[in-house]
């Protein structure tokens, strides 16, 4: 926000940046016995794919870069699971879901193609 780094300029950054957003919204359908569970899970992992895009892109190491974009790609498919399990529970319908839902699988997708080997982050 004030550093004004390189990672802020990618259309990934972008996305995730709406993803923490779009899961609060989601959560607060959910009944208040789930805050310290579910709820908490949830928002945590939200925040998580923008935080490990932003370091994983501050890093110079391939290696390292690449491995900081699986964190963040690991922690969208936590929101998918949890979002499964919200789901499964009767707490959200899939109309609920459809605005986080689209934008967790385009997350999702473009984290993909940043760990493919060969692939220079700069440019998603």
């Given at each position: ?23 609060y ?40 870069r690449?491995?900081f ?56």
């Amino acid at each position: 926000m004030f550093l004004h780094l390189k990672h802020t300029k990618l259309v990934a950054y972008g996305l995730t940046r709406n993803l923490p957003v779009a899961c609060y919204e989601v959560v607060k359908k959910f009944p208040p016995s789930e805050q310290f569970n579910l709820t908490f899970q949830i928002k945590k992992s939200a925040v998580s794919v923008l935080l490990n895009l932003a370091e994983g892109s501050s890093r110079t190491s391939p290696k390292e870069r690449v491995r900081f974009f699986e964190i963040s790609r690991s922690s969208a498919v936590e929101i998918d699971s949890g979002f499964d399990a919200a789901f499964d529970l009767k707490y959200v319908t899939l109309e609920d879901l459809s605005e986080a839902g689209n934008l967790l699988v385009s997350v999702f997708r473009m984290l993909c193609n940043m760990i493919k080997p060969g692939n220079d982050s700069d440019n998603d």
